[in-house]
């Protein structure tokens, strides 16, 4: 019996109606077991639940039924302590440098100085911002920025990191190289990493699992397991292996997309 670094057991999740909306059947019910270690994506079409799914899982979100485990704890009401969690929007501080968005977190949960400066240099050192220390994000690329949030992630030492289309922002060729920061993080820090996006290509070049989603609400109907060694990079796009992944991923997501977008019964030519 496999024991899973985190695992959600029939999840799902019901929005309560509020002022006269009805409630929102956002996503599951779902069976995900995530193997320590592994970098698996979620993929599906907008509005499916992704996010949900990963709210749900960090904690974040309560699940209306089903089980979170991570670590052999069950999760609810907080985010776990060995969870780290980077959202898709730009979420650093405008008004502090650098140093101190990435230093918030420590300093927020009581660490004492000396560990945090060592821990603050050593992510801004990894994320490649030694020279933007000081700097603050309007001064910084959108790319340099998402580094940066992910910076703060890291300096908490998480097991799991959980991505919410971290990428989404930044143009293809950026994405690409940002998909190799993520691998080498994943790499040396030995985390689990759980990714949520909307980009096949990216799903299919960094994972070792990528899961599909069905339209709202959103269950897995396909699981891919990739078959890449824990070396690689971007330059996997140019395998012929790729392209069969990306194909199999779209061939599972085509119909759920033309469902998110109201075309139920797939009328849209070609
Ligand atoms: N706080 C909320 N209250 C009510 N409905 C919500 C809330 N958050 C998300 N939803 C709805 O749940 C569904 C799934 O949303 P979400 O998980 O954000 O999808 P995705 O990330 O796949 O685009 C959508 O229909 C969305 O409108
Ligand atoms: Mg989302």
């Not at 599906?44 to 996010?51: E, T």
């Amino acid at each position: 019996m496999t024991v899973f670094h985190a695992e959600l057991a029939g999840v799902a999740r019901t929005y309560p109606g509020v002022a006269g909306h009805p409630a929102v059947h956002a996503l599951g019910p779902v069976d995900l077991g995530l193997v320590r270690g592994e970098f698996f994506s979620v993929v599906g079409p907008s509005g499916c639940g992704k996010s949900t799914l990963l709210e749900v899982l960090a904690g974040l979100s309560p699940a209306s039924t089903g089980t979170i485990v991570f670590e052999g704890a069950p999760v609810a009401g907080a985010v776990p302590d060995g969870i780290g969690v980077v959202f898709q929007e730009d979420a650093s501080f405008p008004w502090l440098s650098v140093w101190d968005n990435v230093a918030f977190g420590l300093r927020r949960a009581g660490i004492e100085p000396g560990e945090t400066e060592r821990r603050v240099r050593e992510a801004i050192a990894f994320m490649g911002l030694k020279d933007f220390a000081h700097a603050y994000p309007a001064q910084l690329s959108g790319g340099m920025r998402q580094r940066v949030c992910i910076a703060r992630t890291l300096v908490l030492r998480p097991r799991l990191i959980l991505l919410d289309e971290p990428f989404g922002a930044l143009d293809a060729q950026t994405r690409l190289l940002m998909g190799d920061e993520l691998l080498r993080l994943w790499r040396e820090t030995g985390a689990t990493v759980l990714l949520i996006t909307h980009a096949l290509d990216e799903a299919a070049m960094l994972s070792d699992r990528v899961g599909a989603m069905s339209a709202r609400p959103g269950r897995f109907i396909d699981i891919v397991e990739t078959g890449w060694p824990r070396e690689r990079d971007s330059r996997i796009v140019a395998q012929s292996g790729f392209g069969k992944i990306t194909g199999r991923l779209w061939t599972s997501l085509r119909e759920e997309s033309l469902k998110a977008l109201g075309h139920a019964h797939g009328a849209a030519a070609g």
